[in-house]
């Protein structure tokens, strides 16, 4: 069964910084690999989808990396704003007939 | 204006009473989801539907009911067997067996318990 983890659970950071968020997974037989951002209250946004035969997926100071034979996925934020604060979940999808198995979430603060 | 849709936004349950949440979507998605998100433990798989009329049972099924009578509409209930229903309840839908595309998330409803 997929498992889904994410490091740290919680981070805080000074405006500006480039930082890493990170995500593993199980099962290295994924279709694809999903980042989502959640503000607090509020229902989950798709950041980047990275399908299993890509390496990475860009979106403007996003840039999200996938490594299926390490079971590893990264998240960068470049040069982080107050308005990045979120937290940050991931979730990978395996073929066949099994939803979306997400991490528990990285809750991100960028301190002005 | 294309999304998903639940309501009430706040619901407040009583002791032994049975609840029902909404979720609308007018994206033609052949899937639909429920989670469960308490503080800490990310996101909980409670049913999801892959077609009209179809079910399945997540890893909380226990304590809730659903059903897909209409492709837009996936509501769920919970029902009094449910003995910690507080939580705030996410609805998602996407293209099935469609590696291509994400799913798409309501705005929540947030459950508590009177």
């Known amino acids: 069964k997929q498992e889904v983890t994410q490091i740290p659970a919680a981070l805080s950071v000074p405006e500006g910084e480039n930082l890493v968020l990170n995500c593993s997974f199980t099962?290295?037989?994924?279709?694809?690999l999903q980042w989502f951002r959640q503000d607090p209250g509020k229902g989950l946004t798709s950041l980047l989808l990275i399908q299993s035969s890509q390496r990475e997926q860009t979106s403007g100071r996003l840039n999200a990396s996938l490594d299926k034979s390490s079971g590893r996925s990264t998240l960068y934020i470049a040069a982080s704003q107050p308005g990045d604060s979120a937290t940050y979940l991931c979730a990978a999808w395996n073929s066949g007939n099994t939803p979306l198995v997400f991490g528990k979430g990285t809750r991100l603060s960028v301190i002005a | 204006d294309g999304g998903i849709t639940q309501s009430p936004k706040y619901l407040f349950r009583k002791e032994g009473q049975n609840v029902t949440l909404s979720c609308e979507q007018n994206?033609?998605?052949?899937?639909m989801y429920w989670y469960r998100q308490d503080p800490g433990q990310g996101l909980r798989l409670i049913y999801y539907?892959?077609?009209?009329?179809?079910?399945q049972k997540g890893d909380i099924a226990e304590g809730y009911s659903v059903s897909r009578e209409k492709k837009e509409s996936f509501p769920l209930t919970v029902t009094s067997a449910q003995k910690n229903p507080t939580a705030f309840y996410l609805c998602?839908?996407?293209?099935?067996?469609?590696?291509?595309?994400?799913?798409?998330f309501g705005p929540g409803t947030r459950l508590l318990v009177l």
């Open positions: 994206l033609n998605h052949d899937a």
């Open positions: 099962d290295s037989a994924i279709y694809n």
């Open positions: 539907s892959q077609i009209v009329n179809d079910f």
């Open positions: 998602a839908s996407s293209p099935w067996a469609d590696g291509e595309e994400t799913q798409y």
